[in-house]
């Protein structure tokens, strides 16, 4: 089982409206992937949202993540997730996104796709509609594994069009092609995901012990998967959760019953595609206010909501999640109640105590599942122009 932190640019209250805390709250999250880094960690994901105050003011991942690239050496850089609707962005500018910042991490990018959780949200691409995104999802995820390879690519769809043959640059860095994920906010997109032969990025609002039958059902479908759209199987059950792990135990609990839910809150307003969290709190009707006692944590514990205590007690919870099937648990940076030197303790701690126990292979399996890429697609769906024969540009040496 792998780990990685997942950034989004979270900053509530007040501060949201102050430029000076909303560039210091930046600032750390990269300083977090850093450190991430040279602690064990093998995935650093980056949110993407728009017009979504407190919540998100992580709105364009991809200079964030060219930065950290220069910084790290190891750690996979992913989206998480880059929207696809084609009023907001149209697909050949992904396409030459994605295979630029391959490039830039030299095979650390994670191309982490979906449609967008938000009526909010999406509206502020031309007042486009949730019900839109789905259908714009499914053309576009066929269409940029075709972009990455052809060097004639022309396409005339519902939701966009390459009316001509272009060469879409650069290609992807080295053999294949970046891993692609989805996001799987509700139960049916787990199948999409198996179905089409890509990761499945999950959130986790229920027991853990119900995703076994979901993280079964995913298993078994991709092991033949009937609408692939890459050149490779990306086998990949993604869990986001809560980490409160520290050397002091009892400092980890007290964090942990400082919780608010005033985050989820958020959640429930903004991702209105999704299915609300059991408490059903939405913004700005307060979270309930509940008055943690050990026995209640206990119960967040044991159910999977959350992880919380030194080392020793968070590599028993975490057994939970691998007997369900979970292949990557990635955890919210930073939670609330910390501070941000305890967020850079439990980087640190999680990272040299917790990590090595569940995975002691120093190969990402993403690395390995596109070591087994094979071409789908010719270099050319188009007969090449005559007139051509004999003509050969001039020889410049890139090396000279």
């Known amino acids: ?22 560039h210091l709250m930046l600032m750390r999250e990269i300083e977090y992937a850093i450190l991430a880094d040279k602690c064990n960690w093998k995935y650093a994901w980056f949110g993407e949202h728009h017009g979504l105050p407190e919540y998100s003011h992580l709105s364009a991942p991809a200079p964030v993540m060219g930065y950290v690239a220069a910084r790290t050496s190891r750690i996979h850089l992913g989206f998480a997730i880059n929207s696809f609707p084609t009023t907001k962005e149209h697909p050949v500018r992904i396409a030459e996104t994605a295979a630029m910042l391959d490039h830039i991490t030299e095979g650390r990018f994670e191309f982490g796709t979906g449609r967008g959780a938000g009526s909010h949200e999406v509206a502020t691409f031309n007042g486009l509609q949730t019900s839109e995104t789905k259908s714009m999802w499914d053309e576009v995820i066929h269409e940029i594994p075709r972009m990455w390879e052809q060097k004639d690519y022309d396409f005339v769809g519902k939701h966009f069009s390459v009316p001509t043959p272009h060469n879409i640059l650069p290609k992807p860095y080295g053999d294949g092609h970046p891993p692609i994920w989805v996001a799987c906010g509700n139960v049916d997109t787990y199948t999409k995901a198996a179905q089409h032969g890509i990761g499945a990025i999950a959130f986790n609002f229920e027991p853990i012990h119900n995703l076994k039958g979901r993280i079964q059902a995913y298993k078994e479908a991709i092991g033949n998967p009937i609408n692939q759209v890459g050149q490779y199987r990306n086998d990949n059950v993604m869990m986001t959760n809560a980490c409160i792990c520290l050397e002091d135990r009892d400092r980890a609990r007290e964090i942990a019953k400082k919780r608010t839910g005033y985050r989820v809150t958020m959640v429930n307003l903004y991702h209105d595609t999704m299915p609300k969290s059991p408490d059903a709190r939405v913004w700005p009707t307060p979270p309930l206010k509940v008055e943690w006692t050990d026995e209640m944590l206990d119960l967040a514990i044991e159910g999977g909501y959350m992880l919380c205590g030194n080392p020793e007690e968070v590599c028993e919870q975490l057994e939970r999640y691998q007997s369900v099937g979970c292949d990557q648990v990635a955890f919210g940076v930073p939670d609330e109640g910390y501070t941000h030197d305890e967020v850079l303790e439990m980087l640190e701690v999680f990272g040299n105590k917790v990590i090595p126990e569940f995975d002691p292979d120093p190969i990402h399996s993403t690395t390995r599942f596109r070591q087994q890429a094979k071409r789908r697609f010719p270099d050319f769906a188009h007969p090449i122009p005559s007139g051509l024969e004999g003509a050969e540009p001039p020889v410049f040496p890139i090396s000279v």
């Open 1 to 22: 089982m792998e780990f990685g932190v997942f950034f989004n640019g979270y900053l509530p209250g007040p501060a949201a409206h102050d430029k000076g805390a909303e």
